[in-house]
């Protein structure tokens, strides 16, 4: 279980993130790009997935987890009930979407397990003067 606090947690603790709106409802944003939000109606957290394919599988393994409305029938979206997933497995789902929408700056510097950046990789990037 997730309380709203641990979700909101959850999600400002990704570089970049910031409290926002889409489509008049409060939501968390990276840059103008949306990237979660709680549905207070039914306590549920509105996530991406990487299509309608793995949304179906999703709800067809974890039933009491993960569902839809009409309204996100046709969109690579899910919907996580807050009282039924745990921070792990919301967490691993938001990082997903993050490394998908935030700028590449910032992924490369902050995937775990990442490529390490090394002084030789940030030298072989500054541009040089020619005479």
Not at 74 to 83: F, G, I, K, Q, W
Request: charged share 30%; hydrophobic share 40%.
């Amino acid at each position: 279980m997730v309380s709203k606090a641990q979700f909101e947690k959850i999600a400002l603790s990704f570089e970049g993130v910031e409290k926002g709106t889409s489509y008049g409802h409060a939501a968390f944003v990276v840059g103008k790009k949306f990237f979660t939000r709680l549905r207070p109606d039914d306590n549920s957290v509105v996530l991406f997935v990487g299509s309608i394919d793995e949304r179906e599988m999703l709800m067809e393994v974890e039933p009491e987890i993960f569902h839809v409305t009409a309204h996100y029938k046709d969109y690579p979206m899910v919907l996580a009930r807050l009282a039924k997933i745990d921070a792990n497995t919301l967490k691993g789902m938001l990082q997903q979407r993050w490394c998908a929408i935030a700028p590449k700056r910032l992924v490369k510097g902050e995937i775990p397990g990442g490529p390490a950046r090394t002084e030789r990789s940030r030298a072989g990037r500054r541009k040089t003067s020619r005479k």
